[in-house]
T-cell receptor, first 110, second 115 residues
Framework: NAGVTQTPKFQVLKTGQSMTLQCAQD?????MSWYRQDPGMGLRLIHY???????DQGEVPNGYNVSRSTTEDFPLRLLSAAPSQTSVYFC?????????FGPGTRLTVL | GENVEQHPSTLSVQEGDSAVIKCTYS??????FPWYKQELGKRPQLIID?????GEKKDQRIAVTLNKTAKHFSLHITETQPEDSAVYFC??????????????FGPGTSLSVIP
C-alpha cells in the first residue's frame, strides 16, 4: 500500500501559469480532499469529494478546480497562478473518520 | 458553514508537565472531532478522535473531552516529553454511516516541550 501520493513535491510557477497537482490513493477511500497550509492559518479546505463524480467547494475554492473521475485520483488544477497561492498543499483521503494525508506539495508562485 | 477556533496558538511547557489545547466549533450538527499532530516538515497524522455520543476518551498520555452544549472540545497531554513537540490541529465534521462531510480544521497550536 502506497497510501496517499502527491506529485510533484516542489514546484515553482510564474504568475499566470497553470498547473495540476496530482493526488492518488490506493486505499479505496470514498472521501478525498485538498488543503492548503499557510503559517498561522492551519489547514484550510479547498475542495473535497465524497465519491467518484462528486465534488464540492471548501473554505477557499477560488482559483482552483478539481475533478474526480475515478475513486483513486483527485487532481487539483490552478487555473492562473497568483503569488497568493504560494503555499504547501496537502491531499487527504478517508472513509468518514480518519483522514490520511499525502506528503504535500510545496508551491511557490513568483 | 463550520468554523473551528483553537487556543492557544503557541504553548511552551516543561517536560513532565501537562498541556491543554482548547477548541470551539460553530455548527451544532458536527458530530466527529479528530485531533492531528504535525511534526516539523511532516504530514499531519491522527492521534485521537471523539464522537458526539462520548464525553471523554483516553489513549495512554492523551485524552480528549467534549462538551456538546458549549461546543467545546479539548486535548490533554500528560507527562509531556520532548517528542510531543509539534503542531496540533483540532477539527470538526459531520459524518454519517453512509455519507461524509467536509472536515474543517482549527488554525493549530505549536507545542514546545522544554527538556
Amino acid at each position: 500500500n502506497a497510501g496517499v501520493t502527491q506529485t510533484p513535491k516542489f514546484q515553482v510557477l510564474k504568475t499566470g501559469q497553470s498547473m495540476t497537482l496530482q493526488c492518488a490513493q490506493d486505499m479505496n477511500h470514498e472521501y478525498m480532499s485538498w488543503y492548503r497550509q499557510d503559517p498561522g492559518m492551519g489547514l484550510r479546505l479547498i475542495h473535497y469529494s465524497v465519491g467518484a463524480g462528486i465534488t464540492d467547494q471548501g473554505e477557499v475554492p477560488n482559483g482552483y478546480n478539481v475533478s474526480r473521475s475515478t475513486t483513486e485520483d483527485f487532481p487539483l488544477r490552478l487555473l492562473s497562478a497568483a503569488p497568493s497561492q504560494t503555499s504547501v498543499y496537502f491531499c487527504a483521503s478517508g472513509r468518514g473518520d480518519e483522514q490520511f494525508f499525502g506528503p504535500g506539495t510545496r508551491l511557490t508562485v513568483l | 458553514g463550520e468554523n473551528v477556533e483553537q487556543h492557544p496558538s503557541t504553548l511552551s511547557v516543561q517536560e513532565g508537565d501537562s498541556a491543554v489545547i482548547k477548541c470551539t466549533y460553530s455548527d451544532s450538527a458536527s458530530n466527529y472531532f479528530p485531533w492531528y499532530k504535525q511534526e516539523l516538515g511532516k504530514r499531519p497524522q491522527l492521534i485521537i478522535d471523539i464522537r458526539s455520543n462520548v464525553g471523554e476518551k483516553k489513549d495512554q498520555r492523551i485524552a480528549v473531552t467534549l462538551n456538546k452544549t458549549a461546543k467545546h472540545f479539548s486535548l490533554h497531554i500528560t507527562e509531556t516529553q520532548p517528542e510531543d513537540s509539534a503542531v496540533y490541529f483540532c477539527a470538526a465534521s459531520t459524518t454519517k454511516k453512509t455519507s461524509y462531510d467536509k472536515v474543517i480544521f482549527g488554525p493549530g497550536t505549536s507545542l514546545s516541550v522544554i527538556p
